[in-house]
């Protein structure tokens, strides 16, 4: 590794918003570690110069496992992005009709994961005195999503720690930010937008008229991830298109 390489390290890389985020900050620079259930996916995403890891984010012996095989390969890590997360199942709806292990399972990985990724990747953090933590949450983590109790309540925990993580650790170098994308067109959205009429209804209340692609959102976390807002610390970057100031 040369000495002014950074390496960025960036959950559910495989698919979406996370893969249209590893192609940016490779484009921007940085050697990547991609975790994913799915390894090829992860490993495509990483590219020749990063290395893809099969992990599941709310696996603590995966996660502890996996941070340690990055800091053997890499020695450093400067950016995390917590981007893995699932929206739940089609059961996982309002409280009373949701089942107990929908709503785990979306904690697990929505809020828990987070918490766990982080917490392998802040004594690296803290050994080199600088870091970036950069949270994907949701607008569902600060308005509700009608109908997806778990999701929203799973995307505010993830951006309240990401704020708790800001406060806690700003003094030693390190800063945390959260990412709130609005609908973005991905394989979890893909089934709603396949719908004309469904796809006209979310569309209809985005003032800019259309959903996000992935790479609007890389393109937040590409700009987070330079270092160019530096003193941006415990914000929610909101990428809804005006979604949410309607
Ligand atoms: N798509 C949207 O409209 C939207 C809006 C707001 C926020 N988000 C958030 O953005 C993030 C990415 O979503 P996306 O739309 O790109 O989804 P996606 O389904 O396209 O991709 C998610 C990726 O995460 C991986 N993953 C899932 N569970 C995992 C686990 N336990 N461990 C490791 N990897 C795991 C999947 O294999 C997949 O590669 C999620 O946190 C999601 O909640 C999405």
Redesign the pocket.
Known sequence: MNAHERIAVV?????????ATCSRLAADGFTLAV????VD??KAAAGADGTGYE?????ADAVERTFAEIVAAFGRIDVLVN?????GGPAATICHETPVADWDRVH???SR?PFLCSRAALPVMLAQGSGHVIT?????GMIVFPGRCA?TAS?GA?LMFAKSLAVDYAQAGIRSNAV??????????QWRLDVPELRAKVEGNIPLGR??Q?TD?ADAISVLASGRLGYMNGHALIVDGGWTAL
Request: charged share 10%; proline share 6%.
């Open positions: 959950t559910g890389g495989g698919s979406g918003i996370g893969l975790l994913d259930l799915d996916a992860a992990a599941d984010v709310s696996d981007n893995a997360g699932i929206n697990a990985i929505n994961g994907v949450a949701s607008v569902a999701y995307k993830a709130c994308p609005g609908f973005v067109e991905t394989p979890m959205t959903v996000a992935p959102i």
